[in-house]
């Protein structure tokens, strides 16, 4: 089946603009997930959505960052005011959101949007 | 402040060879372990995991091995083919808590 996919898979954008990433993720899963890698580093948690609400949003660096789920299913991740440190490829990720016995639950990532701020 | 570290970025192995990927935590309180894997232009793929209550668990060539008194875990890629050229992201996560903390990844190249 149709894995989890990224629009737009590049964005390029000016400084202080504000710009959306979107997220589908796979059909069925409940939990949805941001993070952001930056060159040479791994992803680092950003949110975690469980159905429509943001169960934690610990890892959102500031307020010009913020993220929604209204329909349970489709993520976008919004941010105002871009710098040029905001530049970075955003990978979201989704999950049964069950764990339940295996004591893990596998995230199932996309490919990612590659945000480039000048 | 990194909570997972891989502290070798690259490691070059003849096809064939094994392939040894090390990891090092500093939370003693992550109950999980994964590995994935990470072609260029595409997302990470899920490799396998090992829990916090086992020491090694391993999937075809593939085995993990956890230390946690030595907070350390290493992938052991047995044989090593072309196919697994890609970089290795080692992540870990709280029980019940599934947002995960990863390391910055090593680079494996398999030579023919």
């Known amino acids: 089946g149709a894995g989890v996919s990224q629009t737009p898979s590049n964005k390029v954008t000016e400084k202080g603009k504000y710009v959306e990433l979107r997220c589908d993720p796979i059909?069925?899963?409940?939990?949805l997930y941001w993070y952001r890698q930056s060159l040479g580093q791994g992803p680092e948690f950003l949110i975690y959505?469980?159905?429509?609400?943001?169960a934690d949003d610990s890892g959102l660096p500031n307020d010009r960052f913020f993220a929604v789920r209204p329909e349970g299913s489709v993520s976008t991740l919004k941010i105002q005011r871009t710098e040029r440190g905001d530049s970075a490829v955003y990978l979201c990720?989704?999950?049964w959101g069950a764990g339940g016995a295996s004591g893990t639950d596998t995230q199932y990532f996309g490919p990612g949007t590659r945000l480039t701020v000048l | 402040d990194q909570q997972v570290k891989q502290n070798s970025p690259s490691l070059s192995v003849q096809e064939g060879r094994i392939s040894i990927l090390n990891c090092d935590y500093t939370?003693?309180?992550?109950?999980?372990f994964l590995w994935y894997k990470k072609y260029p232009a595409e997302g990470p793929t899920f490799l396998i995991s090992?829990?916090?209550?086992?020491d090694k668990n391993e999937d075809g060539r593939f085995t993990v091995f956890l230390n946690k008194s030595a907070k350390h875990l290493s992938l052991h890629i047995v044989p090593s083919q072309p196919g697994d050229s890609a970089v290795y992201f080692c992540?870990?996560?709280?029980?019940?808590?599934?947002?995960?903390?990863f390391g910055a990844g090593t680079t494996v190249t398999v030579r023919a």
């Open positions: 990720a989704s999950s």
């Open positions: 939370n003693s309180m992550f109950d999980y």
């Open positions: 090992i829990s916090s209550i086992k």
């Open positions: 992540a870990a996560h709280l029980y019940n808590d599934y947002k995960l903390s």
């Open positions: 059909s069925g899963h409940t939990a």
């Open positions: 959505f469980q159905g429509t609400g943001a």
